[in-house]
């Protein structure tokens, strides 16, 4: 079965500072890989998403994301973040592009001043 | 704009009581589809429908019944609420055969307390 695992509940950067939050995705097959983000108070929204192609995909605000089918992992980057990236990140997965999106558990991200 | 809306928003239930969440949306999206959200669990897909009149079994769907009556309205609902049904509640809707994208349009959420 599809899945995927974000390691870390929590994560604290510096305003500034540069950021990864992990994500690892179990399956065999074509992962169709995505994150979203949730404001607080808020539903979910798309931050970006990968098809098979390139392996770093752009999405909104500065972040992207790194594909790895060695290392099976689907990592979000910023080089500097904003107090307004305040938010919770998840990671998701799925399977051959089927209707159905398998979410990670989430990681918070705390920006420090 | 994608448009996603949930009621009620806050709920508070008596163990064994009925409790019916919906959701409306405006987007003509085929899929729909019911989550919860739990500290250290993330979003876990409860039910989920490809189209007016149909409802599929999620991953957690114990406790629970769907109704899709039309393309714009799916419901959940908890013939016999319990505590451990206490949950924030989304539903997102999604395009569907030849246009899913993988990108999901979230309610805001409905959070519901069960005593």
């Known amino acids: 079965a599809q899945s995927v695992t974000q390691p870390d509940a929590r994560v604290t950067v510096s305003e500034g500072a540069s950021l990864q939050l992990r994500c690892k995705y179990s399956?065999?097959?074509?992962?169709?890989l995505f994150w979203y983000v949730q404001y607080p108070r808020q539903g979910l929204q798309l931050l970006l998403k990968y098809y098979p192609g390139d392996p770093v995909v752009q999405g909104v605000n500065g972040f992207e994301a790194e594909f790895s089918k060695s290392n099976s992992s689907f990592h979000l980057r910023k080089a500097s973040v904003h107090w307004s990236d305040w938010a919770v990140y998840f990671c998701a997965v799925s399977m051959d592009m089927g209707y159905k999106l398998t979410f990670g558990t989430g990681t918070s991200l705390l920006v420090d001043p | 704009e994608a448009a996603v809306t949930q009621s009620p928003r806050n709920k508070v239930a008596v163990t064994g009581g009925k409790v019916t969440l919906s959701c409306n949306q405006t987007?003509?999206?085929?899929?729909m589809y019911w989550y919860r959200q739990d500290t250290g669990h993330g979003l876990r897909l409860i039910h989920y429908?490809?189209?007016?009149?149909?409802?599929e079994k999620g991953d957690i769907p114990d406790g629970y019944k769907a109704s899709r009556p039309s393309q714009e309205n799916f419901s959940l609902i908890l013939e016999l609420a319990t505590p451990s049904q206490t949950s924030v509640y989304f539903c997102a809707s999604g395009a569907g055969t030849g246009g899913f994208t993988g990108q999901l349009y979230f309610g805001e959420g409905s959070k519901l307390t069960v005593l």
């Open positions: 429908s490809y189209g007016a009149g149909s409802t």
């Open positions: 399956y065999f097959g074509t992962p169709y």
């Open positions: 987007n003509n999206h085929n899929n």
